[in-house]
């Protein structure tokens, strides 16, 4: 029993082996697959921080130069003010972060001080500061070169070495540093700027310049999604704590490697060096997605807390062979094919996730190289003024030289040249004469087209010094001997207006010949464009004609004509420029618009390495922004809708699903195809078996296939066929067997047999003799079969040649016992035990000999006994020598006597227990009856229940006698 029990235990271990197998491959599977999905998202993260980061850093690298900063905040706050209290109200922020090393003057649109606490009244009522603020002004309005007389008043208030040039380029907001008045550090340095609503003078203490007082307002102001912004100033050493030199290890460690970020101890780090021993860095920290390990461990925990709780459930009965075929090719299939799925699905997912990324930056690039196409195009405006240029020269040609000299001569070139004309020299030949837009300086003298229209003395000393270097520029191109004395004498001039060499001077007058060129001297900020005009059309040049532009009116006429050609790409690009305080082609104001202040603080002079991303018009855009280079008073940016990435994308799933489900339903279909040649075969398999179970012998399998299931099934029709002629035997056999009981006044006689198989071994017969005599025999062959019916069919013929003494029990046995012992061979062995009865209806009294068989047991219904007959002899053909003997047996009325082999005996319930001597004889007293036919129905209705839903394990035959 122990060993049994052993067995039983190894099989349901390896039962379950396959499935453990199976679950530990699917939990790895899982796990690296949430490892890849975490990867990913690592990948995706740190890309985005890029991004971020490194538009950061360019922020910080600016904010980094005091002065830079300081500029661009002003800056900044004067644009987005509303007015002078708006301004005032930033400007004690500031003093707060300053540690009160500001100071400011502020005038309202009147020219009235409204703020100052840098002077703090040492002008008051002098009337220097309302002529301070209409000389910043006339400033702002007219150039430099209209304040000669007030040049000396500035410097004796603002400093002695005020640069108005630089001023103006302050005011202009084209220099990115202070205005520095003194050299010595005497007055202090200033920002300033003009405006319509009010005007504002900034000044500074040169010790905030030397701090990190940038760096550290914008650390602290910064905010944007979990990004912290930091700089670690390593001159400091003292000061540095731990973090702070690991901080530094890692930034020059990515510098080292050429990598913009990575990941530190789970916390996303870029970082640079910068001058003065500052490390600017950027960090974010990394939320994981999935935590892969923590995942799968609590899966393969919920896994297996519900596999012990089936386990417990159901125990034994559970184990993959114990369900049907058809699950366990649907679980194959699962594991087969849903797999290398998920891995596909894996694989899909990581593609679309890079196809996306590629996808944004081929945007970006697009929108960098449509921003490079518009700064190319801004070339063809130069070649457009040009033309206007050469159309001006056309129209003034038929009017020169006879009205040279006239207003007319400008007129028809402003009429020409347009808004876009800021001034014009025109210088003939012979004699030296310049002319400009306000009249005509011959000999030393100004002779203005208005009266009333003076010019200044640094004004005529900038028309005269013109005056011979374009005499001496002509007469080179004409070919003509060279003053020396006066060639000294102008280089001398040029060089004391100009500060710059005169060979330079020249250079820059070639370059701008035939092309629109910066000077780049004097007060030449503007572009100008040099025309040689000759009359005749001969190698003699006539005239020296220099147009002078206003840039920003050429930028923005240029940008006027253009964009609509810009909005109508082929890339479907939104393309938008700003001046900086108006943008789109509405002139849309920049202050009223935080979303593009925002992006235009972000703006450099070249595209951003890394895409930057937006909302634009309520949906999200990925663009490029850039300062032009040849229209330098413009910023370009161009917006690609992430909607069609976004339709691209989803294009590219729609295609992914598609061909899943083509997949599936192939996977499908091939189920069906593994089905029909795999499962179908093994339901007419099972069907067959099921009509074995039911005796249905005639059944048979389509052979339809030659594979092994081919093979199978001719193999059980073959044994159908043998099962069949065995089904014809059984029936031959039951003919042997009394096909009814025998009723009578005295007695009623029933009995019955059920074959475990077709051919069972055992027998039994009952017959009358003669008079009231009756004959009642019952025999058990050893095993079933052929055999046994054959060794059952000798004893039925010999019994019937025993009619000379068949009320001799004992010599009916003896002569069985010579048949069946002489048929033994080594191959044949079997055995029969055998019981008979010769009974006197009348008398109720009777002969019975035994020969190994169950003892009958005698019912006594009225007293509820029941008791043995027993008699002890060997069995049938067991030894050669054996001897039988008789005995008397008498029943009383209403008693039963009941004959019986062991079938009923060992008949086991689902529980394992048999039904036993002391069952059965239960059994006979609570079924009785008085009619044999349904006492028999009762025992066997009380046999079928306790088998329950086991199968016989043993024939059953049942022979009642009971006497009335």
Not at 591 to 601: G, K, L, Q, T
Request: net charge neutral; charged share 25%.
């Amino acid at each position: 029993m122990h060993s049994e029990l052993k067995v039983n235990h190894s099989a349901r271990v390896s039962g379950y082996l396959p499935a453990i197998l199976a679950l530990s491959v699917f939990y790895l599977l899982v796990y690296y697959g949430l490892v890849h999905i975490e990867q990913q998202h690592r990948d995706l993260q740190l890309q985005a921080f890029t991004q971020q980061s490194s538009s950061l850093l360019e922020q910080m690298t600016l904010y980094a130069d005091p002065e830079i900063f300081w500029v661009r905040r002003l800056n900044d706050d004067f644009r987005i003010s509303t007015g002078h209290s708006d301004f005032m109200a930033l400007l004690d922020k500031h003093q707060k972060a300053a540690a009160g090393k500001l100071s400011w003057i502020i005038w309202n649109s009147n020219g009235q001080v409204v703020a100052d606490n840098h002077f703090a009244g040492k002008y008051e009522g002098t009337g220097v500061l309302p002529e301070l603020f209409r000389d910043l002004n006339l400033l702002y309005n007219k150039g430099a070169g209209k304040l000669d007389h007030a040049t000396n008043r500035m410097r004796r208030i603002l400093g002695p070495h005020l640069d108005l040039d630089r001023l103006a380029a302050v005011l202009y907001y084209r220099h990115p540093k202070l205005v520095r008045p003194d050299s010595a550090g005497k007055f202090a340095d200033f920002w300033a700027a003009v405006g319509g609503k009010f005007s504002a003078m900034v000044f500074f203490n040169r010790d905030i310049l030397a701090d990190d007082t940038g760096l550290m307002m914008f650390c602290r102001e910064f905010k944007d999604s979990g990004v912290k912004a930091g700089f670690i100033n390593t001159s400091r050493q003292a000061r540095l704590t731990r973090r702070d030199k690991h901080l530094t290890e890692s930034v020059i460690r990515l510098e080292r490697e050429g990598r913009s970020s990575d990941f530190f101890d789970e916390l996303m780090l870029a970082g640079k060096r910068i001058a003065g021993g500052k490390i600017l860095v950027a960090s974010k920290r990394y939320s994981s997605l999935l935590a892969p390990g923590k995942l799968a461990a609590f899966l393969a925990l919920v896994s297996i807390f519900g596999l012990l709780l089936i386990l417990k459930s159901y125990g034994a009965d559970l184990g993959l062979n114990r369900c049907s075929v058809k699950l366990q090719l649907l679980l194959m299939l699962m594991v087969t094919t849903g797999l290398p799925l998920l891995c596909l699905a894996l694989a899909a997912s990581d593609h679309v996730t890079r196809k996306k990324t590629s996808l944004i930056m081929s945007a970006y690039q697009q929108c960098i190289e449509y921003l490079q196409h518009v700064e190319s195009r801004s070339n063809i405006n130069n070649a457009y003024m040009i033309n206007r240029v050469d159309r001006s020269i056309s129209a003034i040609k038929k009017i020169l030289p006879d009205k040279f000299g006239r207003e007319e001569v400008i007129d028809e070139i402003r009429l020409h040249i347009g808004e876009v004309l800021q001034d014009v020299r025109l210088i003939a030949s012979c004699p030296a004469i310049v002319m400009d837009m306000r009249g005509i300086f011959a000999n030393g003298r100004f002779a203005p087209f208005a009266d009333g229209d003076k010019v200044q003395s640094k004004e005529m000393l900038e028309l005269k010094t013109f005056q011979h270097i374009s005499a001496y520029y002509l007469s080179v191109v004409n070919n003509q001997p060279i003053d020396v004395d006066r060639f000294n004498e102008t280089e001398l001039l040029a060089e004391m207006a100009y500060q710059r060499p005169y060979h330079e001077i020249i250079q820059n007058i070639m370059l701008a010949t035939d092309k629109i060129w910066f000077l780049g001297w004097g007060e030449r900020t503007n572009p100008v464009l040099v025309k040689l005009i000759s009359l005749n059309d001969n190698l003699l040049i006539d005239y020296f004609y220099m147009i002078v532009f206003r840039n920003s009116f050429l930028q923005r006429d240029f940008i006027r004509r253009q964009i609509d050609n810009f909005d109508r790409n082929p890339l479907g690009l939104k393309f938008i420029s700003s001046d900086g305080r108006l943008y789109a082609k509405e002139l849309l104001k920049v202050a009223d618009s935080p979303w593009f202040s925002e992006i235009i603080r972000k703006t450099r002079v070249q595209p951003s390495v890394e895409p930057q991303f937006t909302n634009y018009d309520g949906k999200p855009h990925v663009y490029a922004g850039m300062r032009s280079q040849n229209l330098s008073d413009f910023y370009f940016y161009a917006f690609y809708p992430l909607e069609k990435i976004d339709a691209q994308i989803a294009e590219e799933q729609r295609f992914m699903l598609s061909a899943g489900v083509v997949t599936i339903f192939l996977l499908v279909g091939l189920a069906l195809v593994f089905s029909a040649s795999f499962v179908s075969p093994l339901s007419a398999l099972q069907a067959g078996a099921v009509a074995i179970r039911h005796r249905d012998f005639s059944y048979r399998l389509p052979e339809i296939s030659g594979d092994e299931f081919g093979e199978m099934a001719r193999v059980f029709n073959s044994s159908m066929a043998d099962f069949e002629e065995l089904s014809l035997a059984g029936i031959v056999q039951s003919r042997l067997l009394p096909q009814q009981g025998i009723a009578e006044s005295r007695f009623d006689l029933y009995g019955r047999n059920i074959p475990m198989t077709e051919l069972g071994g055992d027998y039994f017969d009952y017959f009358h003799v003669d008079g009231s005599s009756y004959v009642i025999m019952a025999g058990d062959v050893a095993g079933h079969g052929v055999g046994a019916s054959l060794i059952m069919a000798m004893a039925k013929a010999g019994v019937m040649r025993c009619r000379d003494c068949l009320k001799d029990p004992a010599a009916v046995l003896s002569r069985l016992h010579q048949i069946i012992h002489e048929t033994r061979t080594k191959v044949q062995r079997k055995i029969m035990t055998f019981q008979y009865l010769c009974y006197d209806a009348e008398s109720g009294e009777g002969v019975y000999s035994n020969a190994g068989a169950c003892s009958p047991v005698l019912v006594d219904h009225a007293r509820s006994e029941t008791s043995e007959i027993t008699l002890q002899a060997p069995v049938l053909g067991g030894f050669k020598k054996s001897k039988f003997s008789n005995t008397e047996v008498k029943l009383a009325a209403g008693q039963a006597l009941v004959f019986y082999t062991d079938g009923i005996i060992e008949t086991m319930n689902s529980e394992g227990r048999e039904i036993g001597y002391d069952g059965f004889k239960q059994i006979l007293l609570e079924s009785y009856d008085i009619d044999a036919t349904r006492y028999y129905e009762n025992i066997y209705s009380r046999y079928i229940r306790w088998l329950g839903e086991n199968q016989p394990q043993d024939d059953l035959t049942l022979i009642i006698l009971v006497r009335r």
